[in-house]
């Protein structure tokens, strides 16, 4: 059982930046690929990025691309979520999820039924 809990949300201007963390508990956190998702008002879950067990392959939406960087810290139980250059549209409850893959795997998990456990969410704002 992995328990995630996001923090770093919060409300900020149009091009400013926030750094999400999602911290897990368990002590398998480098055996999973470690997501982030979105979701806005009267939307879907929609994918952001993924990060491999190790941090050395990551995977991004293309809405994100260039902006968002997601990082790992596997001594930390801890994955990132550095997001620049915000825009209104960037809004949302963004939500970690973590999917069981064992090591040696870089797969692009893009979607939400791929992943095994799941964060409340922390409320990103962006105003204009």
């Known amino acids: 059982q992995v328990q995630l809990v996001e923090s770093g949300g919060g409300l900020v201007q149009a091009g400013g930046s926030l750094r999400l963390s999602c911290a897990a508990s368990?002590?398998?956190?480098?055996?999973?690929?470690m997501g982030w998702f979105r979701q806005a008002p009267g939307k879907e879950r929609e994918f952001v990025g993924v990060?491999?067990?190790?941090?050395?392959?990551?995977y991004y939406a293309d809405s994100v691309k260039g902006r968002f960087t997601i990082s790992r810290d596997n001594a930390k139980n801890t994955v990132y979520l550095q997001m620049n250059s915000l825009k209104p549209e960037d809004t949302a409850v963004y939500y970690c999820?973590?999917?069981?893959?064992?090591?040696?795997?870089?797969?692009?998990?893009?979607?939400?039924?791929?992943?095994?456990?799941w964060g409340h969410g922390t409320q990103v704002t962006v105003s204009s």
């Open positions: 999820a973590a999917k069981l893959t064992g090591r040696y795997s870089s797969g692009r998990y893009v979607g939400k039924d791929e992943y095994d456990y």
């Open positions: 368990g002590r398998t956190f480098s055996s999973y690929a």
């Open positions: 990060i491999n067990w190790s941090g050395g392959a990551t």
